[in-house]
């Protein structure tokens, strides 16, 4: 199956990241290669694309598309929390601009054996990492009650959680949870049936929480804002866009604290606690897709772009 990739908002990440020809940019979530495809067109012969991906078929994908262009772009298999390490293996100190593209990508949605998907019937996988050894399996088959209800509350928004996690308890006492139409069963039988005649499909938020939990997604994300925003040179922007609201609330408040991070008393006539802010906020509200994006990409439809630029 071919990696297809449709780059989202990329006119917006284009405008915002403002590149510069000689220009040092990091895309962290390179997947198809759509929006580095695009960067790389607005860097000269001095410009610098670094891309990382811990999707291997993503890796495999990104190297053939930019291959074209071998000395001016690096293409490493790694989690975007390891981009630190990937800079000082490649000796750069500071970066120009750096684009997260966060989420499950359209091909992992649509590569049924990779088991994102709640439409088609494949091994419990959700693995965005295929080098890994823990599954969407484990999770689903080991977890206990207390903590399937957690996941699903807390990284699914998941009202009937405690219903569903019960349930998939005391099926997998009976036989092991294997495929996505199994845990499929297993939530509708859990969820009241007004509920899903009113809602969209029920596995939805389920199938979120356990991706979330299983690839650590928002630990990842929290762990590299700050120190994405620390490796920018003067004027450098962060661009990241985010699909849902546990993302996007992460990404909102980051960017708030490194713009103010003042944590002295309202009262306090001058700051005494030493914390200088690190830049500004680009994007009071988020940049959204516009109609026509929205209707020639259904997937754009939740994409939210928040930007920082360093001071």
Same mark, same amino acid.
């Given at each position: 199956?071919?990696?297809? $990739?449709? #780059?989202?908002?990329?006119? %917006? @990440? ?8 000689? !220009? ?10 759509? $929006?580095? %495809?695009?960067?790389? /067109?607005?860097? !000269? ?48 100190? $500071? ?10 990508? &359209? ?15 494949? #091994? ?65 039988? %859990? ?9 969209? $499909? #029920? ?23 700050? =120190? ?5 040179? &003067? !004027? ?20 708030k604290t490194a713009e103010n991070p003042c944590i002295c008393p309202p009262d306090f006539p001058v700051c005494a606690c030493g914390r @200088? ?11 959204? #897709? ?8 259904? =997937?754009?439809?939740?994409? /939210? ?7």
């Amino acid at each position: 199956m071919e990696f297809r $990739h449709v #780059p989202i908002l990329l006119g %917006s @990440v284009l405008d915002q990241l403002k590149v510069k020809p000689d !220009g040092v940019y990091m895309d962290g979530t390179v997947g198809g290669a759509g $929006h580095s %495809s695009e960067i790389l /067109k607005r860097l !000269g012969e001095d410009g610098r694309l670094v891309c990382l991906d811990q999707d291997r078929t993503a890796v495999e994908t990104a190297r053939e598309r930019l291959s074209d262009e071998q000395n001016r772009v690096s293409v490493v298999k790694t989690n975007f929390v390891n981009f630190d390490t990937v800079l000082q293996d490649l000796r750069i100190e $500071h970066v120009d601009g750096i684009l997260l593209d966060l989420g499950v990508s &359209s091909y992992q949605l649509d590569n049924g054996e990779r088991g994102f998907s709640y439409r088609m019937d494949a #091994p419990l996988d959700m693995r965005m990492d295929q080098d890994t050894a823990k599954t969407a399996k484990d999770i689903v088959n080991n977890y206990s009650e207390a903590d399937l209800t957690r996941i699903l509350r807390d990284y699914g928004e998941e009202p009937f959680a405690r219903q569903i996690a019960r349930t998939i308890c005391r099926a997998r006492e009976e036989k092991e949870i294997a495929t996505t139409f199994e845990l499929n069963e297993l939530i509708r039988s %859990s969820i009241p049936a007004r509920a899903r005649r009113d809602g969209g $499909h #029920p596995s939805k938020q389920t199938f979120q929480a356990i991706r979330i939990a299983l690839n650590q997604e928002l630990q990842v994300l929290e762990d590299s804002i700050d =120190r994405m925003i620390d490796s920018l040179s &003067s !004027g450098g922007r962060l661009c990241v866009i985010t699909f849902h609201s546990l993302e996007d609330r992460i990404v909102k408040q980051a960017m708030k604290t490194a713009e103010n991070p003042c944590i002295c008393p309202p009262d306090f006539p001058v700051c005494a606690c030493g914390r @200088v802010s690190k830049g500004r906020v680009i994007t009071r509200k988020p940049i959204l #897709p516009d109609d026509r994006e929205k209707e020639e990409n259904p =997937r754009s439809k939740s994409a /939210k772009l928040r930007v920082f630029e360093k001071k």
